[in-house]
């Protein structure tokens, strides 16, 4: 299966924008690239996804080489409720089923 | 949010007991996941259904087995529990048919195993 890199940690000030990158050198033209967040005690939380272009919503950008071997989630004004771990994840289909493939996930720090 | 619920959220059991944990949901949707989340290690895939009756491995299968006998439920079972499976575990669920790729999850069981 293909396997995900990200950094153990990041600090970001408030208010400023934050990149988290995402190294996935082995993925496969159908997986598709997610991420989500998970807030201390609870579970895992959606944030974005794309296959090829770029991707933007209301809580983040995602930014997908053009190789798709690595991607870049952007918070465009980190606010201290942002301070999470951030999953880089391929949902991967396999005889026709999906499954998700989680990361170990960056800690991001928010700094008032 | 959505409609998913794990039971226990908490239980302490003896090393060689056989444990069952319940993720339930009313939301229809066919996909469920059972994942382990460790210190260092992410979220790990267990087993995951794409149907009734229908269920295959993730990447941390051993010593766990998994039914799904109704849409709404998918229940993870510990044959014989071990310390190592100490864990907190998250249940999922998704609809991938529908062309929304989201997950959502459960609020977690902790399990100790001593």
Aim: glycine letters at 8%.
């Amino acid at each position: 299966d293909a396997k995900t890199t990200q950094p153990n940690s990041m600090e970001s000030n408030e208010e400023e924008p934050v990149h988290l990158p995402c190294n996935h050198s082995t993925i496969s033209g159908t997986d598709y690239i997610h991420w989500y967040r998970q807030l201390p005690s609870q579970g895992p939380e959606y944030v974005i996804h794309g296959l090829t272009s770029n991707v933007n919503n209301r809580m983040a950008s995602l930014a997908i080489a053009e190789d798709r071997k690595s991607s870049t989630l952007i918070l465009h004004r980190a606010t201290l409720r942002d301070a999470a771990v951030y999953y880089c994840i391929l949902r991967t289909t396999t005889s026709g089923t999906y499954k998700y493939i989680f990361g170990t996930g960056t800690r991001l720090k928010v700094l008032a | 949010d959505a409609g998913i619920t794990q039971s226990p959220r908490h239980k302490v059991t003896e090393t060689g007991t056989p444990v069952t944990l319940r993720c339930h949901q009313t939301e229809n949707h066919r996909y469920m996941y059972w994942y382990r989340q460790d210190p260092g290690h992410g979220l790990r895939l267990i087993h995951y259904s794409y149907g009734v009756k229908d269920t295959d491995k993730g990447e941390v299968s051993d010593g766990y087995s998994v039914s799904r006998s109704k849409t709404e439920d998918f229940l993870l079972t510990l044959e014989s529990a071990t310390s190592s499976q100490t864990s907190v575990y998250f249940c999922a669920i998704s609809e991938p048919v529908t062309g929304w790729n989201e997950q959502f999850f459960g609020p977690g069981t902790r399990l100790t195993v001593l």
